[in-house]
């Protein structure tokens, strides 16, 4: 207000500005007559929002599907859940990709989830004994339950020898669709993709054994991408924390033994989180109801882990 009183009665009122710019002067006064209407008129300029969970929609829908456009989208929300907007409102709000319109590649944890029902996982990890010497133990899982399907220790880890585990796991032709492993060495990796029989191609040894001789489709990971094997990955840290770091292994055996009750344990006795249930029944099994006298139980059994590590919570009978 004292700019503008002194710009009607001193025409020299420029000069007097040192700190601040003239342009500056009149840029406030221009933002102050905007905000002065909007004020009086009332309401925000602009076209209305649309509510929240609307836009949280629109995301989630074009983050799933990056390949739908606004109008695919907009259909799906007006004849499926009643919810009805222009094309234009629905871009606003997408999720957009860069990309030049070619077809959007499907992504691992969307592979892993369509094919988790014939789709088993396979890793290795390594145990000191008591005298510093390396063991490898290697785990086959199917992904849909999380079940350990099977689980060998060794000093001297060969391509033989995981073909022979596979063998074992798969009896009577009770094979997966597809095997997801990394891409370790002893695998017999090829350095650059090999023809089979068949026709297909092959980046190593194990994957040419597997889909000539077994039907699976071996798929290794990306180089460099453990978390395309995310669920193996997070079962070995189970295994680590949860057995392997709390004992000195005297000998192989030992070694052998440990493992195969932890694994017992995780199959029969575990609830998993990822799946809701327990390995050996499958995603959401049903938990047994207990008994119940007011808000104490009757009578429940704890049947010791790894000589009391864990403990298997069940009814007693």
Not at 76 to 95: D, F, Q
Not at 138 to 154: A, K, P, Y
Not at 211 to 226: H, R, S, T, V
Request: glycine content about 10%; aromatic content about 10%.
């Amino acid at each position: 207000m004292l700019w503008i009183w002194l710009s009607r009665h001193w025409s020299r009122w420029r000069s007097a500005l040192v700190l601040i710019q003239p342009e500056t002067v009149l840029r406030w006064h221009r933002e102050g007559y905007r905000l002065y209407w909007r004020r009086r008129s009332g309401g925000i300029g602009g076209r209305p929002r649309i509510p929240r969970s609307h836009i949280n929609l629109i995301r989630r829908i074009s983050s799933d599907h990056p390949e739908w456009g606004e109008d695919r989208i907009a259909l799906e929300l007006r004849t499926k859940l009643g919810v009805e907007h222009a094309p234009s409102t629905i871009r606003r709000y997408m999720v957009t990709s860069k990309g030049d319109g070619a077809p959007v590649p499907t992504a691992w944890h969307t592979f892993l989830a369509g094919h988790a029902r014939e789709l088993w996982t396979m890793d290795l990890t390594t145990q000191p004994l008591w005298n510093y010497s390396v063991r490898y133990v290697l785990v086959l899982m199917e992904l849909r339950s999380r079940r350990v399907v099977h689980v060998g220790v060794t000093a001297s880890p060969t391509l033989a020898w995981v073909k022979q585990r596979i063998r074992e796991a798969t009896p009577f032709g009770s094979v997966p669709r597809f095997l997801v492993h990394d891409n370790d060495g002893i695998f017999g990796q090829f350095g650059r993709r090999r023809p089979g029989r068949t026709g297909r191609s092959y980046r190593s040894a194990l994957d040419l054994w597997l889909g000539e001789a077994l039907k699976i489709k071996g798929i290794p990971i990306p180089f460099g991408a453990p978390n395309a094997a995310a669920h193996i990955e997070r079962f070995m840290g189970s295994l680590r924390r949860e057995c392997l770091n709390h004992f000195i292994f005297l000998s192989e055996d030992h070694l052998r033994r440990t493992v195969l009750a932890y694994i017992t344990y995780y199959n029969e006795g575990r609830p998993h989180q990822g799946i809701d249930g327990i390995p050996e029944f499958g995603p959401g099994s049903p938990r047994a109801t207990p008994q119940e006298r007011g808000d104490c139980l009757i009578k429940i059994t704890a049947r010791p882990v790894l000589g009391g590590l864990h403990h298997d919570y069940r009814l007693a009978a």
